[in-house]
C-alpha cells in the first residue's frame, strides 16, 4: 500500500466513525452514549483488524494491545473518541485511528517491536457532558478523584450512574492505576486545530507544551419575577450578575499576555422572554501556559463574583471542578519525533505549544509524553467544518512509524 492508500484508508475509519454522532450538523459523540457505544464498536473493529487484542476498562477506556517480547515494557498511544456539540471528525479520535493503521502497516511489513504497544481510546476528554474530565488517563495515573463520580451531567445524571449504565464498574478504578516502571512513554497524535503548519505549509509539527487549564461552575441566585411589574430598582436578576462576571473575565484575560478566560455555557432559570431571570449557572473555564498566572486569575475572579454578587444582592455558589497543570513534553520523546520527522531530507520540523488540552497532560502523571500536531484545513476545530488532508493524515502514519521503529 502507498502512502495515498494508508491516508485514505484512515479517512474512511474516520468516516465511518463520524457517522456515531447524535443528529445534527458536525459530529456529537459524548461520553457513555449510545453515539460512544456505536464509536467503540467500530474501533473494535478496527483494531480488530490491526490484529491487537481489545478491552474496555472500567474508565471506559477501549485499549488494543500488541504484545511485545515477554516482560517488555509498553508503549502507550491514543487520545480520545469524545467530541464536543457540533464539531468535527478528526479532534481526538483522529489520533486513535492514526496509530492503529502504523501498527497494522508495521505488521504488515513483517515489523516486530522489542516492546509492546497499547493504543487507547479514552472516553472523556472534552468535559463537556459532566464538569470533569480525562477520568481515563487520570486513572491510569493514578491521580483520578473519586469524588468527581457525584459530578451530574445537565439532565442530573451522575457521572457514576452514567458509567454503570455503560456496563462499567467505577468502584474499581483505583484498581487501573498502571506501573510506571513497565511504561515507556506515551505518545499522542493530534489535529493541530490552529493555523501555524498549514501557514508553514508542513503537514506535521511537534508539541514542546501543553497549556493549563481550570474550569469553574458559577451559580448566581436571584429572584425571578413578572419582567413587567417588578421595577428596575427592586430586581435582584442574576443574568444580569453573570454579564458583569463575563466581562470582568474578558478584561481580566485581555490584561495579562497569554492568559485566556471564557464563558461557554450558561443556564438560564426559568429561561423565557418575560420573566427576571432568578438563577444562572455558568460555567467559566481559564487557561495559561503559567500556572501561577491561571491560578491567580481564577483567585481574582472568584472575588470579582463575589464582589458583584454582595453588590447586586444574589446568592452566589462557585466550585472549581476541573484543573489540570501545564504539561512540558519531554525532550526526549521531542528529539526523536523531531528526527521522524526529519528523516529522508524533510524541513526542519516546527514546534509548538499547544493551547489547546489534551489526554497527554493527564498521561504526564504517570510517564514521559510526547505529542504530534497534524495539520489542519485553516485552522478549524471544534466545528463541523473540521477538516484533515487525508495526505497530512498518511505523514502522521508515516512519522509515527518511523518513530516506533527507532525505539527499536
Ligand atoms: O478544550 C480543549 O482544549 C480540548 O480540545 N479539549
Ligand atoms: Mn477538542
Ligand atoms: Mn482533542
Ligand atoms: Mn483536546
Known amino acids: 500500500m502507498t502512502d495515498t492508500d494508508w491516508g485514505a484508508l484512515a479517512q474512511h ?12 450538523p458536525g459530529v456529537t459523540r459524548l461520553p457513555f452514549t449510545p453515539e460512544h457505544r456505536a464509536a467503540l464498536a467500530v474501533l473494535v473493529a478496527l483494531m480488530e483488524q490491526a490484529g491487537l487484542a481489545v478491552h474496555l476498562d472500567d474508565a471506559g477506556t477501549l485499549i488494543g494491545r500488541l504484545d511485545g517480547p515477554t516482560g517488555a515494557p509498553t508503549l502507550i498511544l491514543g487520545s480520545h473518541q469524545d467530541s464536543v456539540r457540533e464539531g468535527g471528525g478528526y479532534d481526538g479520535i483522529m489520533g486513535v485511528v492514526l ?12 515489523v516486530a517491536l522489542p516492546f509492546a504497544v497499547e493504543v487507547m481510546a479514552f472516553a472523556d476528554e ?7 474530565a480525562l477520568m481515563g488517563p487520570r486513572a491510569l495515573a493514578g491521580t483520578f478523584d473519586m469524588a468527581a463520580l457525584d459530578m451530574r451531567d445537565r439532565d442530573g445524571v451522575s457521572l457514576r450512574r452514567a458509567m454503570e449504565e455503560f456496563g462499567l464498574n467505577p468502584d474499581t478504578l483505583p484498581g487501573l492505576r498502571r506501573d510506571p516502571a513497565q511504561v515507556l512513554g506515551w505518545v499522542e497524535i493530534h489535529l493541530e486545530q490552529g493555523p501555524i503548519l498549514e501557514a508553514a505549509g508542513q503537514n506535521i509539527g511537534i508539541v514542546t507544551s501543553i497549556c493549563g487549564i481550570e474550569r469553574h461552575m458559577v451559580t448566581f441566585t436571584g429572584k425571578a419575577a413578572h419582567a413587567g411589574t417588578v421595577p428596575m430598582h427592586l430586581r435582584r436578576d442574576a443574568l444580569a450578575g453573570a454579564a458583569e462576571l463575563t466581562l470582568a473575565a474578558e478584561s481580566q484575560a485581555r490584561e495579562f499576555d497569554g492568559l485566556l478566560a471564557t464563558v461557554g455555557a450558561l443556564q438560564v432559570r426559568p429561561g423565557v422572554v418575560n420573566a427576571v431571570p432568578g438563577e444562572v449557572a455558568m460555567t467559566l473555564e481559564i487557561r495559561a501556559p503559567d500556572d501561577t498566572q491561571r491560578e491567580k486569575a481564577g483567585v481574582t475572579l472568584c472575588r470579582i463574583a463575589h464582589g458583584i454578587a454582595k453588590q447586586r444582592g444574589l446568592g452566589l455558589e462557585i466550585t472549581r471542578t476541573y484543573a489540570q497543570a501545564a504539561t512540558p513534553c519531554s525532550p526526549q520523546i521531542i528529539d526523536r519525533l523531531v ?3 526529519e528523516a529522508g531530507n524533510r524541513p526542519a520540523a ?6 489547546a488540552t489534551h489526554d497527554t497532560s493527564a498521561m504526564a502523571g504517570l510517564c514521559s509524553v510526547g505529542m504530534l500536531f497534524v495539520a489542519c484545513r485553516d485552522g478549524i ?4 467544518d473540521e477538516h484533515v488532508e487525508p495526505a497530512a493524515m498518511a505523514a502522521g502514519i508515516l512519522t509515527l512509524e518511523r518513530f516506533l521503529r527507532q525505539l527499536q
Open 13 to 24: 475509519w474516520l468516516e465511518r466513525l463520524a457517522a456515531c454522532s447524535e443528529p445534527g
Open 99 to 110: 496509530p492503529v493503521l502504523t501498527l497494522m502497516k508495521l505488521q504488515q511489513a513483517g
Open 126 to 132: 472534552e468535559g463537556v457532558r459532566f464538569p470533569t
Open 339 to 341: 528526527k521522524a520527522v
Open 350 to 355: 516546527t514546534r509548538i505549544a499547544s493551547g
Open 381 to 384: 476545530s471544534h466545528h463541523p
